[in-house]
């Protein structure tokens, strides 16, 4: 399995906080959701996970993403896929 200490940290999701080169995010609503989905994340060169947690009206929630190296490398910034809150 994956490191999963990212998950502990403070980090609001980049639809909120926007974050560099992050490309494609999940949320969660608990820690061990967020865990399960590592496994099944798919990583290509100069591409890493990434994630937090944070909260909103909901309530709690942590989220898991891919980070890249370069941007222009990777494609179409238009084209980031998200997944959840403000991502639908």
């Not at 490191?3 to 980049?14: G, K």
């Not at 995010?25 to 944070?54: D, T």
């Amino acid at each position: 399995m994956p490191n999963d200490q990212f998950l502990d940290e403070a980090r609001e999701v980049p639809s909120v906080v926007p974050m560099a080169r992050v490309v494609n995010w999940s949320i969660f609503r608990s820690r061990e959701a967020a865990g399960e989905h590592l496994p099944h994340v798919h990583l290509g060169a100069g591409q890493a996970l990434v994630g937090g947690h944070g909260q909103d009206s909901i309530g709690p929630y942590w989220w898991v993403g891919v980070q890249v190296d370069d941007i222009d490398r990777w494609g179409d910034v238009a084209a980031v896929n998200k997944h959840g809150r403000q991502g639908d």
